[in-house]
C-alpha cells in the first residue's frame, strides 16, 4: 500500500525558516515527480514546488523555498524567510510520469497525496 507521510511543519514566527520532508513507502518512486502543495482555510489548494529532475516554483515563493530529494522515496520543503501568509496545510503528493510544466502545477495531475502537515508562521 502506497503512502506518503509529511512532517516538520510547526509554528514558527515570521522571518524564521522549516523544513518539511515526506517520506514515500509501499513501492520505488525513482521515476516520480514529486511536488509540494499548500491550502489555506477557505482558499483552493495551490501549488509550491515541483522536482523530477528540474525543478519548478509557484513565483510566492520563489528565492524563499528550495524542493530537494536524498533519494527516491524523500522529498524535503527548506522554506526561508517565512511570511504569515505562507500559513497553510502542506502537502507532498507523487506522479509516476514525466510531466508538462503545465502538469507540474497542476494538483489534478498527480496521483498520491499526503495528509498534509500544519505549517504557521505568526507576525
Known amino acids: 500500500q502506497v503512502q506518503m507521510v509529511e512532517s516538520g511543519g510547526r509554528l514558527v514566527q515570521a522571518g524564521g525558516s522549516l523544513r518539511l520532508s515526506c517520506a514515500a513507502s509501499g513501492r520505488s518512486f525513482r521515476n516520480f515527480a514529486m511536488a509540494w502543495f499548500r491550502q489555506s482555510p477557505g482558499k483552493k489548494r495551490e501549488f509550491v514546488a515541483h522536482?523530477?529532475?528540474?525543478t519548478y516554483y509557484a513565483d510566492s515563493v520563489k528565492g524563499r523555498f528550495t524542493v530537494s530529494r536524498d533519494n527516491a522515496n524523500t522529498v524535503y520543503l527548506q522554506m526561508d524567510s517565512l511570511k504569515p501568509e505562507d500559513t497553510a496545510l502542506y502537502y507532498c503528493a507523487a506522479a509516476p510520469y514525466e510531466m508538462t510544466t503545465t502538469q507540474a502545477m497542476a494538483d489534478w495531475a498527480y496521483s498520491y497525496w499526503g495528509q498534509g502537515t500544519q505549517v504557521t508562521v505568526s507576525s
Open positions: 522536482i523530477d529532475g528540474v
